[in-house]
C-alpha cells in the first residue's frame, strides 16, 4: 500500500483598505485626537487609535462591532492566534454613536476608540462588520505596531536631472543601523517599506539593502527607490457656504432635501509649468464655520461640534477634456481610502466635451487629485492627468520590517518620517 501525502499552500488575498458598504462616508482613522496624523502604535505606548465614520440616510443605529487581526508584510492574514498578539476581546461593539442634529440630510456618527492592547508589533487591520458577523464586513483599515530597535538614517534628495524621464521623480536614499538586531543574515533577514503621503495602495515593499556594511545597511541606486514626484494636490474648502466659499465653486443650489455645489469646470495640469501651494498632502479634515454661537474658534485635532453638525453637499465636480481618456477617470483622495470606489468614479459628457459627477461630502476642507485607474497596474495615475514635478512637496514613511530565524511572523522594528 502507497501512502500519498499532498501539501497545500494556502496563499491569502492581499488585504487593502475598504469600504463595503456604499452608504458609509467620512471614514477616518488616526492617532489619538488629530485626524490628520497617520495610524500606528508603538508598543508599549500609552496611545490610542480612533476610528470615525457615518452612516449617510440612516436615522436609526445599526448593530456594529469591531475586531483586530494580524497580517505579514504583505497584508495576507496571519496564521497565529489572537491571543498571542492581543489583549483583549475578539471582538467589540460600537456603543458610541448619534444622530446628525440640524441637517438636510440624515446620519448616523459612529465613534471608536482602540486601545494600545498589543503584545507585538507588525502590520494590523481593523474590520468593522454588522451583528457580530465578520462575513458582514462594513469598512477595513490598515495599521501597524512599531517597536523601536533599529536606528534610521534618511538622505532625501531630489532627482538631479530635471529633463527626460526624470524629471518627475524624487529619489530616496538612507541607512538603517540595526543595533540590537545586528546579524550575520542580515540581508535575508531584513526588508523595508516606503510610503508616500502615507498612501498604501502605492507603496514600495521587499525593499532589499544595496550595500551590507558592518554595522548598518545602505539603500539607494534602486529603481523602487524612484517615486513618482507627483504635484501638489487640488483644495476644496467646504467649511462654509455663509461666511465664505471656495473659490472653485461656480453656484450654489439650495432646498430642503440638500444642497448642490456646482463647481468651475477644471483643467488637466500635465504639460503646464508646476505651482507650488500649501495642501494636507492628500489628506481631510472634516469642519464646520457657519454655527454663530462658536464663529472663532480654532480647529485643535479635531472638530467635534462637525462630526455630528457638519452637513453633506452634492459636489459636482467638473474636469475638461476634449476626448474621453482610455482609462476610468476618479477624484481620488484619503476621503475615499485611495481605493477605485465607483462612487467617486467620474462620466464623460460628450456634448459639453467634460468628465462630471456629482459627489456627496462632508462639510470641511478636502484635498483631491484627478487620476486614471489602471485595472492591470491595480493602480492609480494621476501623472497622466495632473503631471509630476520634482519640486512638489510630499512626505515620506520608511518602516523597517525584520523577521529573524526564530520568529514567527513579520516584526517592524523601526520607522522614520521625511519632508
Known amino acids: 500500500m502507497r501512502l500519498h501525502i499532498l501539501f497545500v499552500n494556502i496563499v491569502f488575498a492581499q488585504l487593502r483598505d475598504t469600504i463595503a458598504e456604499p452608504q458609509v462616508y467620512s471614514l477616518q482613522f488616526y492617532r489619538g485626537n488629530n485626524t490628520l496624523s497617520f495610524p500606528y502604535l508603538g508598543l508599549g505606548e500609552n496611545q490610542y487609535l480612533t476610528l470615525e465614520f457615518d452612516e449617510v440616510g440612516v436615522e436609526v ?13 504583505n497584508w495576507q492574514p496571519s496564521t497565529l492566534p489572537v491571543a498571542e498578539y492581543w489583549n483583549g476581546y475578539p471582538q467589540d461593539r460600537i ?63 531630489s532627482a538631479q536631472v530635471v529633463t527626460g524621464a526624470r524629471q518627475g521623480l524624487q529619489t530616496i536614499a538612507f541607512k538603517v543601523f540595526p543595533t540590537q538586531l545586528r546579524s550575520a543574515q542580515m540581508y535575508q ?25 558592518s554595522d548598518y545597511m545602505e539603500y539607494l541606486f534602486q529603481p523602487a527607490l524612484d517615486m513618482s514626484a507627483g504635484v501638489e494636490f487640488r483644495m476644496l474648502d467646504l467649511r462654509s457656504l455663509l461666511r465664505r466659499r471656495s473659490f472653485q465653486v461656480e453656484r450654489t443650489l439650495w432646498s430642503d432635501t440638500g444642497i448642490v455645489i456646482l463647481l468651475v469646470p477644471e483643467r488637466p495640469r500635465a504639460g503646464l509649468a508646476y505651482t507650488r501651494q500649501i495642501d494636507l498632502n492628500g489628506r481631510f479634515i472634516i469642519q464646520i464655520q457657519d454655527v454663530g454661537m462658536d464663529t472663532s474658534r480654532q480647529w485643535m485635532g479635531r472638530d467635534d461640534m462637525a462630526a455630528t453638525q457638519g452637513d453633506y453637499f452634492w459636489v459636482e465636480f467638473r474636469l475638461q477634456a476634449a476626448t474621453p481618456y482610455s482609462k476610468p477617470l476618479y477624484v481620488v483622495g484619503s476621503f475615499m ?29 478636502y484635498d483631491y487629485l484627478y487620476a486614471l485607474w489602471d485595472e492591470k497596474k491595480n493602480a492609480f495615475d494621476s501623472d497622466s492627468v495632473e503631471g509630476s514635478y520634482f519640486e512638489a512637496e510630499n512626505t515620506y514613511t520608511i518602516i523597517a520590517v525584520y523577521r529573524g530565524f526564530t520568529d514567527r511572523e513579520d516584526r517592524v522594528v523601526g520607522h522614520h518620517w521625511i519632508n
Request: hydrophobic share 35%; net charge positive.
Open 337 to 365: 481610502q485611495w481605493s477605485p470606489d465607483s462612487r467617486f468614479e467620474l462620466y464623460y459628457d460628450k456634448e459639453a466635451a467634460e468628465y462630471r459627477r456629482r459627489i456627496l461630502l462632508k462639510q470641511g476642507v
Open 189 to 213: 533577514e531584513f526588508s523595508c517599506i516606503l510610503l508616500q503621503n502615507a498612501r498604501w495602495d502605492n507603496a514600495r515593499t521587499e525593499l532589499k539593502p544595496t550595500f551590507l556594511h
Open 61 to 73: 443605529p445599526s448593530d456594529l462591532w469591531v475586531r483586530v487581526y494580524l497580517c505579514n508584510k
Open 95 to 157: 456603543t458610541d454613536f448619534s444622530p446628525a442634529y440640524n441637517t438636510r440630510i440624515p446620519y448616523i456618527h459612529y465613534l471608536y476608540r482602540m486601545e494600545n492592547r498589543f503584545m507585538r508589533s507588525g502590520f494590523y487591520v481593523i474590520e468593522v462588520f454588522r451583528e457580530r458577523e465578520p462575513s458582514r464586513l462594513v469598512l477595513r483599515r490598515r495599521f501597524y505596531v512599531v517597536e523601536n530597535l533599529v536606528r534610521i538614517l534618511p538622505n532625501l534628495q
